[in-house]
């Protein structure tokens, strides 16, 4: 249900479900590596795997021509997915700006000891929001009220334009990760008796 000229709409940002886990099963490896600071900041995202309250504070806008017009939570292959899944559901375009998309604190940093790309990684939690372009900013001031971390990190185009990723590097196509890397990297942890 997502229409060309929507404004995308992340909250949370990457890795949410992957850190969470991670970090309350490997809580002494990441301390000794990251600081105890980082490892506790790690464990408390188990509990913000929940797109309720950002869902409902979204709709609270209105839905479809009055406000949000589609949404997906960023499970298995994490944002980057997801942003792939809802334009192509929709039949639309889209460009990401990937510098835009709010990071939880330590998350980065735990997702690079384990060797995981965090915006392709697991992140239930994160909700992606297609909104009408002028309640974009509206959705995000109540979700920030309710204490929600969001962003508006992109546009939803006409699908003839395709679908774009911008970063550092510049623009190239956003594709669909396939494989999650939350899986080698838990399967690699355990076998090497991290706690």
């Known amino acids: 249900m997502a229409q060309p000229g929507d404004a995308l709409i992340i909250t949370k940002g990457p890795a949410v ?15 000794e590596n990251l600081g105890s600071e980082i490892a506790e900041k790690g464990r408390e995202l188990f509990y913000k795997m929940s797109t309720v309250d950002d869902a409902l504070t979204a709709v ?10 589609a949404m997906h939570d960023a499970t298995e292959c994490g944002i980057l997915g997801g942003v792939y899944e809802m334009a192509q559901a929709s039949n639309v375009g889209v460009i990401l700006y990937k510098d835009k998309i709010p990071v939880y604190e ?33 959705v995000v001031r109540r979700l920030r009220e309710k ?12 699908r003839e334009k395709g679908m774009w990723l911008v970063d550092k590097d510049g623009q190239r196509p956003l594709e669909h990760p396939r494989v999650d890397p939350f899986w080698s990297a838990i399967d690699e942890a355990i076998r090497r008796g991290l706690s």
């Open 60 to 69: 609270s806008v209105g839905y479809r021509e009055e406000g949000v017009r």
């Open 147 to 158: 204490g929600i971390p969001a962003e508006i990190v992109g546009e939803l185009l006409p």
């Open 106 to 138: 330590g998350v980065l940093e735990i997702c690079k000891l384990f060797n995981i790309e965090p915006y392709s990684a697991i992140s239930e939690g994160t909700l992606i929001i297609s909104a009408v372009g002028d309640k974009a900013d509206e």
């Open 17 to 31: 479900e992957t850190v969470g886990i991670f970090a309350n099963l490997f809580p002494n490896y990441i301390a």
